[in-house]
């Protein structure tokens, strides 16, 4: 076997007897025999001419790819039980493990289904009301399912990715995401995902609750309780807690408790809008033709030793309010498969740590979500309702106010604020140096006045972390509780958690099944 590189032009594709000839040189064999392949991984580069590069593995005669297999569901109505909080990434692929290894998961979703969330969604954007347990945030699928579904992790550290991407792949997903080097499946493509994996869940024993928020734990003796907002009580000796990063409320209880939370670094900054047109410019070089993807960036650099970054960017897509409480704002944003409204966006932050912060000390580990929750209201204060605060990006940098605005994707609308004032001022210092340096040394045209800055991004992972044992995965005081996932610390997206609630069911399997 070898592996071997081929590029072609975009809007072509690989023929097969392109690869054939490529490969036959490449191992020495005859023209004739036909050899076996697998592409690996596609990526674009835009370097000089606009290319699809390829990266395979060709295989000599009498050898053959050896082809990922998932192991099956089992039908588990009749198996011990596993308590799941939270229906995101993290807590759908451990149900899917869990049914792997013959238990049978029990989900409590704060939310509703994937469907009915997005009723709740439409009347956030339209007319300002925050539903608190079903939004952007809460609900079936968790927050990736509406915010363009990026698959960008491809680290092996955390565990095997592929079976998060075939098994998104067998319920639905476009078999591209398992070789594009930054796959996406699209906000209008997920909810039909979701909804397959549930009905696969359900059809194998499993059970779903939605509407069901958790309003308190206790551990009665070997067991756990779980009490429901309804009152409902559930009881199990696993509980795998998939909350996600904005259920303030499991980090509150888990205080009241004394049970043990950390302060965590996360990140917070702003939503960058700009013209699609223009980033498809800079990034293909003047070269962008319609059949050609959505141009989409990153970056990173550090600030006076702080870092500064872009966060979930969105490709042809539109900003979204993810508020989770009235009296607060927050945007995301959130990109369909064909990315093609007429904006970009991006997240751009600053990191943050709790040394950082030292007036917020006294909230003990809750200092960095005290301070989380002090910005958001401060920008709703400032609109007094979920128009954004926003300020055009040389203006923000000049520290002058922008006299009008850009036309922006964000639906509720956007007001001429001074955000260099509304951020606190170490985040929007660092911001003030990083647009100009990425503008004159990344991408030349990003640092313009055609770019809307709008307040504030600050979801971008969970300010505290749920401390587990690094073998077990346990909570080192409740054993049989395992965090997981965006909302215990340990995972940054839609792969990684899916691979963090894997890893967590597994433990859990292994402790009902200790032999």
Avoid at 248 to 270: M, S, T
Avoid at 437 to 450: L, P, R, V
Wanted: neutral net charge.
């Amino acid at each position: 076997m070898k592996q071997i590189e081929l590029t072609c032009k975009l809007g072509k594709e690989l023929s097969e007897s392109e690869i054939q000839a490529a490969a036959v040189k490449a191992l020495g064999v005859s023209p004739k025999i036909k050899v076996q392949y697998r592409i690996l991984r596609r990526s674009i580069d835009a370097r000089t001419d606009v290319l699809y590069r390829y990266q395979l593995e060709v295989y000599r005669p009498g050898e053959s790819p050896l082809e990922y297999e998932l192991p099956e569901y089992k039908d588990v109505a009749s198996a011990p039980e596993v308590l799941i909080i939270g229906a995101g990434p993290a807590g759908m692929f451990a149900a899917l493990r869990l049914l792997m290894e013959g238990f049978k998961p029990v989900i409590l979703e704060r939310g509703k289904d994937v469907h009915q969330r997005k009723f709740d969604m439409a009347r956030l954007s339209k007319e300002g009301v925050v539903n608190p347990d079903s939004n952007y945030c809460f609900g079936e699928g968790g927050a990736g399912t509406f915010s363009d579904g990026k698959l960008y992790t491809r680290s092996s550290k955390r565990g095997d990715i592929r079976e998060v991407l075939h098994q998104l792949v067998r319920f639905g997903a476009d078999p591209s995401i398992l070789i594009d080097a930054h796959p996406h499946i699209g906000s209008d493509k997920l909810p039909v995902v979701v909804e397959n994996i549930r009905k696969c869940i359900i059809e194998h024993g499993g059970e779903y609750h939605f509407d069901t928020r958790v309003v308190d734990i206790e551990r009665a003796g070997s067991s756990y309780k779980v009490t429901a907002s309804d009152g409902t009580i559930y009881s199990a000796d696993n509980l795998i807690l998939a909350t996600g990063h904005s259920a303030r409320d499991i980090y509150e209880l888990f205080n009241r408790k004394g049970w043990e939370i950390q302060a965590k670094g996360f990140a917070l900054g702003v939503r960058v809008e700009h013209p699609q047109s223009l980033i498809n410019n800079i990034r293909y070089h003047g070269k962008y033709q319609p059949f050609m993807p959505t141009a989409e960036y990153s970056f990173v650099t550090q600030i006076e030793g702080r870092g500064v970054f872009s966060f979930c960017m969105c490709p042809g897509g539109i900003l979204v309010p993810s508020a989770t409480a009235p009296g607060e704002l927050v945007l995301n944003g959130m990109s369909n498969s064909a990315r093609n409204s007429k904006w970009a966006n991006s997240g751009v932050v600053v990191s943050i740590e709790p040394e950082d912060m030292p007036e917020y000390a006294r909230f003990g580990p809750l200092a960095l979500l005290q301070f989380q929750k002090d910005v958001e209201k401060a920008m709703f204060d400032f609109s007094g309702s979920l128009k954004a605060p926003a300020q055009r990006m040389m203006d923000f940098c000049r520290r002058v106010p922008s006299s009008g605005l850009p036309a922006t994707s964000y639906h509720p609308g956007a007001v001429s604020a001074p955000l260099h004032e509304l951020l606190p001022e170490h985040v929007s210092l660092r911001l003030k140096y990083a647009f100009p340096m990425i503008g004159n040394k990344q991408m030349h045209g990003y640092y313009t006045n055609d770019a809307l800055l709008l307040g504030v991004e600050s979801r971008t992972s969970s300010p505290v972390r749920i401390p587990r044992d690094p073998e077990t995965l346990e909570h080192a005081q409740l054993p049989g509780l395992f965090p997981c996932g965006e909302g215990a610390g340990y995972a940054g997206g839609i792969v990684s958690s899916a691979i963090d609630g894997i890893n967590c069911a597994l433990r859990c399997a292994l402790r009902l099944r200790p032999f």
